[in-house]
């Protein structure tokens, strides 16, 4: 059974930071391209970030380039998005997704990846 799983959510006060997990099962995730992406209540999804399969090449919604970090460990089957500078406008649901790539242009479109995780809510609140 293909799945994805996130976790490392959670409460945490502005200014701090969280590591985000993304372990697959049922399939090799080496051979996907990760994207991470994020649902604030009331608000449309948006893309994150994405990590390539190949050479790990990375990419990076603007407005958080310099706060996130994407890395993925083959060996572990997982991706990680480090978050750092945390703000209450980051609070939202985080859900990671496997698709055959990912770019610069198309990090952020959901269509292009085929299996979801279920989220893990992070919440930034004093």
């Known amino acids: 059974q293909v799945q994805l799983v996130e976790s490392g959510g959670g409460l945490v006060q502005p200014g701090g930071s969280l590591r985000l997990s993304c372990v697959a099962s049922?399939?090799?995730?080496?051979?996907?391209?990760i994207g991470w992406f994020r649902q604030a209540p009331g608000k449309e999804r948006e893309g994150v970030s994405c990590?390539?399969?190949?050479?790990?090449?990375?990419y990076y919604a603007d407005s958080l380039k310099g706060r996130f970090t994407i890395s993925r460990d083959n060996a572990k089957n997982t991706v990680y998005l480090q978050m750092n500078s945390l703000e209450p406008e980051d609070t939202a649901v985080y859900y990671c997704?496997?698709?055959?790539?990912?770019?610069?242009?198309?990090?952020?479109?959901?269509?292009?990846?085929?299996?979801w995780g279920q989220g893990t809510q992070v919440t930034v609140s004093s």
């Open positions: 990590i390539r399969s190949s050479a790990g090449a990375t």
């Open positions: 049922g399939f090799t995730l080496d051979a996907y391209a």
């Open positions: 997704a496997a698709g055959p790539f990912c770019s610069e242009r198309y990090y952020d479109t959901a269509a292009l990846y085929d299996y």
